[in-house]
């Protein structure tokens, strides 16, 4: 009986051996491999999923003063995984200092990888890093290769030394500004706004008409001078819109510091961007046409609703 015992022990234990070992280590994909070996970093794969480690390791993070080590939130990270038609689908989340994050969203655009949100996880943290949501899809192989520019930048940029406003030079010419936008603008003290309504979307919650009055709406707020102006604002955008818009506003010098959404539940979904930019008046307001120009292309559509 105490032989028939040990028997069904040991049956037992190998048992949970050999399942034990599938789930705790597979082996990784010809394909997989050469992502990880294309970009110089360590990953591992479950459960069909390849990750590939980003953490900032480099950055000594404090929240409030207190210490707060890579785990605690500041791992960036890669993953792919098949697709039913056997192409890779890419999604990611990088930590970025505040430097980092336009360089590499030119360098991940540049190369054909979206940038689908751009956030903080903390306050009172210390240095200031925000994260950067990507998306891919493809070969994995390319996509690897796509994606690598943007990586190799992280923690590689330097900060660009901050120059205080002259304070003297022309007063902005708000008249050529709206010629140059092609809409016009309100004066409040120093600042001159321009606010464009998405009204092509014809968005409606509960029959009532979401306009720009209604925060449905694009903006740029200009200030400073003809020659040294600053300009910030909102872009609202289809999803379709995000990544043309990003193109833009990168390709006319202008930084990008939030995308994300303000409704939930909104038909179409509509996306924000956030910007910001420095520079002559008119180069600015370029910029913000530019912008202006990749809204609404798909012509106007019919009503939406929220919240039915």
């Not at 360590?42 to 390791?57: C, Q, S, T, W």
């Not at 819109?241 to 179409?268: Q, S, Y």
Request: proline share 4%; net charge negative; glycine share 12%.
């Amino acid at each position: 009986m105490l032989h028939s015992v040990r028997r069904t022990i040991l049956v037992l234990c190998a048992c949970f051996v050999s399942f034990a070992i599938p789930a705790a280590a597979q082996e990784v994909p010809g394909d997989y491999q050469e992502v990880l070996k294309s970009l110089d970093r360590k990953g591992d794969f479950k459960a069909g999923v390849l990750k590939v480690n980003i953490p900032r390791n480099d950055l000594k993070m404090t929240i409030q003063g207190f210490s707060t080590p890579t785990p605690f939130g500041f791992g960036g990270w890669i993953a792919l995984t098949k697709a039913t038609d056997g192409s890779d689908v890419m999604m990611g989340d990088l930590v970025l200092l505040q430097e980092e994050v336009n360089p590499v969203l030119s360098a991940l655009l540049d190369n054909g990888i979206d940038v689908t949100a751009l956030h903080n996880h903390f306050f009172w943290d210390d240095p200031h890093v925000y994260y950067m949501h990507v998306h891919g899809m493809g070969k994995a192989t390319d996509l690897a290769r796509q994606v690598k520019p943007g990586l190799d930048l992280i923690g590689h940029v330097k900060p660009e030394a901050a120059t205080s406003a002259s304070g003297s030079g022309t007063p902005l010419d708000t008249a050529k500004l709206a010629k140059i936008a092609g809409h016009e603008g309100e004066q409040t003290g120093a600042v001159y706004k321009i606010t464009v309504g998405r009204d092509d979307l014809g968005m409606k919650e509960h029959g009532a008409v979401i306009n720009a009055r209604m925060g449905l709406n694009t903006w740029a707020a200009f200030v400073g001078t003809q020659e040294d102006a600053a300009i910030a604002g909102d872009v609202a955008m289809l999803e379709t819109e995000v990544t043309p818009v990003l193109k833009a506003l990168r390709k006319n010098g202008l930084d990008v510091v939030a995308i994300h959404h303000h409704m939930t539940g909104d038909r179409p979904v509509v996306i924000f961007l956030h910007y910001w930019g420095r520079g002559p008046a008119e180069k600015l307001a370029a910029g913000f046409k530019a912008a202006l120009d990749e809204l609404g292309k798909g012509g106007g559509s019919a009503a939406h609703s929220m919240g039915q």
